[in-house]
């Protein structure tokens, strides 16, 4: 049975960092877009970062710079180091895993918010972020 599963999350002060880890049980991720977004109470989940299968990341601008998103196909888990965290970043985090074919013909890991109506989600992981 396939299922995602976040951790990490936590509270910390800004300008610190977090690991954010998504084990990925049942799924082999090269057959899949993998993706963190993140969502706070009232408003729309929205994409933070992507992995493509051939290497390739994305992220928002929001995030650019400060947050790495990585994976380890052997290990079937995603990552996100999140950097010089901002109170801005406080949400719930969000991994997503979609199928390649749902991935590249709604516009592949530059278009996150095409994916959400057709990905699979994880439980969430909560990300306080103290000024």
């Known amino acids: 049975q396939e299922q995602l599963v976040e951790s990490g999350g936590g509270s910390v002060q800004a300008g610190g960092s977090l690991r954010l880890s998504c084990v990925a049980s049942?799924?082999?991720?090269?057959?899949?877009?993998m993706g963190w977004f993140r969502q706070i109470p009232g408003k729309e989940r929205e994409g933070v970062a992507a992995?493509?299968?051939?290497?390739?990341?994305s992220y928002a601008d929001s995030v650019q710079g400060r947050f790495t998103i990585s994976r380890d196909n052997a290990k079937n888990t995603l990552y996100l180091q999140m950097d010089d965290l901002k109170p801005e970043d406080t949400a719930m985090y969000y991994c997503a895993a979609v199928g390649l074919y749902d991935c590249y013909t709604r516009g592949g890991i530059q278009n996150m918010g095409a994916w959400r109506d057709f990905a699979d989600w994880g439980q969430g992981t909560q990300v306080t972020v103290s000024s």
């Open positions: 992995h493509d299968a051939d290497g390739t990341t």
């Open positions: 049942g799924y082999t991720l090269d057959h899949y877009c």
